[in-house]
């Protein structure tokens, strides 16, 4: 019992600090929902009006569509890519050519995790402009004018072009997880394996992705919670345009919070987004655990 008390000191200012910054804000944000609130005054009591206004609003609607997109971009696609430049980086690259090149090509794929946000999102907006960008010099060069498009600007290519855009920023963070859940692998497995008749894409699909389940669940909870959350790069790169085609919820609620000045309705945006969140990280949670206790049984 004394070591347990020693121990829970320990914890005191991170506790103190999570609650002052997360606990706090989060109940404020959930009272102001129930409001209707310029930012300054008095709050006026509204109960449930903002949330009966959102399940009316098509803007909500349409960002919560683009999310799902965008979940696919920064989630499920970096997640499969990652996995297969993981295993080539570790089996083929670092055997063949040497661990020090396979290290290298690891932190060319993570850099863009570490490079500010708005320095990508302005140097993709560069590469994706219509009329200097280098991705229409390019088609322009090849004799492909016809497939040179306003990327960002044009309502039709706009989500697409964004979604581009979060893969190569994303699949650097799988590559880094994949590969460190990869050196934990038991060699004898595959060696194993490979007496049995297995080849490479058999050992990998059938030990490999097995053995790394931990780090597939972090991976997708983690990256499906930057997808609900993305902001940086929306503001950077679109600003939620053209028209809504690109909106995402919290940038929603960053509009109506500081450019309409309608603090109580960007509360309730956001106490939905926070709830989604929440719920989506118990059931990955879940899922993983009972996943565990299959695999022990």
Same mark, same amino acid.
């Given at each position: 019992?004394?070591?347990?008390?020693?121990?829970?000191?320990?914890?005191?200012?991170?506790?103190?600090?999570?609650?002052?910054?997360?606990?706090?804000?989060?109940?404020?944000?959930?009272?102001?929902?129930?409001?209707?609130?310029?930012?300054?005054?008095? &709050? %006026?009591?509204?109960?449930?009006? *903002?949330?009966?206004?959102?399940? %009316?609003?098509?803007? !909500?609607?349409?960002?919560?569509?683009?999310?799902?997109?965008?979940?696919?971009?920064?989630?499920?696609? #970096?997640?499969?890519?990652?996995?297969?430049?993981?295993?080539?980086?570790?089996?083929?690259?670092?055997?063949?050519?040497? &661990? /020090?090149?396979?290290?290298?090509?690891?932190?060319?794929?993570? $850099? #863009?995790?570490?490079?500010?946000?708005?320095?990508?999102?302005?140097?993709?907006?560069?590469? $994706? *402009?219509?009329? !200097?960008?280098?991705?229409?010099?390019?088609?322009?060069?090849?004799?492909?004018?016809?497939?040179?498009?306003?990327?960002?600007?044009? &309502?039709?290519?706009?989500? @697409?072009?964004?979604?581009?855009?979060?893969?190569?920023?994303?699949?650097? @963070? &799988?590559?880094?997880?994949?590969?460190?859940?990869?050196? =934990?692998?038991? #060699?004898?497995?595959?060696?194993?394996?490979?007496?049995?008749?297995?080849?490479?894409?058999?050992?990998?699909?059938?030990?490999?992705?097995?053995?790394?389940?931990?780090?597939? @669940?972090?991976?997708?909870?983690?990256?499906?919670?930057?997808?609900?959350?993305?902001?940086?790069?929306?503001?950077?790169?679109?600003?939620?345009? #053209?028209? *809504?085609?690109?909106?995402?919820?919290?940038? !929603?609620?960053? +509009? *109506?919070? !500081?450019?309409?000045?309608?603090?109580?309705?960007?509360?309730?945006?956001?106490?939905? $987004?926070?709830?989604?969140?929440?719920?989506?990280?118990?059931?990955?949670?879940?899922? +993983?655990?009972?996943? %565990? /206790? =299959?695999?022990?049984?």
């Amino acid at each position: 019992m004394r070591s347990g008390r020693g121990y829970a000191a320990f914890l005191i200012p991170g506790a103190l600090l999570s609650l002052v910054v997360v606990v706090v804000p989060l109940v404020m944000n959930v009272g102001i929902s129930f409001t209707r609130w310029q930012g300054v005054g008095t &709050p %006026e009591w509204i109960g449930l009006d *903002n949330y009966t206004r959102l399940l %009316e609003d098509d803007n !909500f609607w349409a960002s919560f569509r683009n999310i799902i997109f965008l979940i696919v971009a920064m989630a499920v696609v #970096p997640t499969l890519i990652g996995l297969v430049l993981a295993a080539v980086l570790f089996d083929y690259v670092a055997k063949a050519i040497g &661990p /020090r090149t396979a290290s290298a090509l690891r932190s060319g794929f993570y $850099l #863009p995790q570490v490079l500010p946000v708005a320095v990508t999102g302005i140097v993709w907006g560069w590469i $994706l *402009n219509p009329s !200097f960008g280098a991705l229409n010099a390019i088609l322009t060069s090849a004799q492909l004018d016809g497939l040179a498009k306003n990327w960002l600007g044009d &309502p039709a290519y706009a989500l @697409y072009s964004v979604m581009v855009v979060m893969i190569w920023f994303q699949v650097g @963070y &799988p590559v880094v997880m994949f590969m460190s859940g990869l050196q =934990r692998v038991d #060699p004898e497995l595959y060696e194993a394996a490979s007496i049995d008749g297995a080849g490479w894409w058999r050992r990998f699909t059938r030990i490999a992705v097995h053995q790394i389940k931990p780090e597939i @669940y972090v991976v997708l909870v983690t990256t499906t919670i930057a997808a609900l959350k993305i902001f940086g790069q929306i503001y950077v790169l679109t600003r939620g345009g #053209p028209g *809504n085609a690109t909106l995402v919820p919290s940038y !929603f609620a960053y +509009q *109506n919070f !500081f450019e309409k000045a309608q603090v109580g309705y960007g509360s309730a945006i956001a106490t939905v $987004l926070a709830l989604i969140i929440v719920v989506l990280s118990v059931v990955f949670l879940r899922i +993983q655990a009972r996943d %565990e /206790r =299959r695999d022990l049984a």
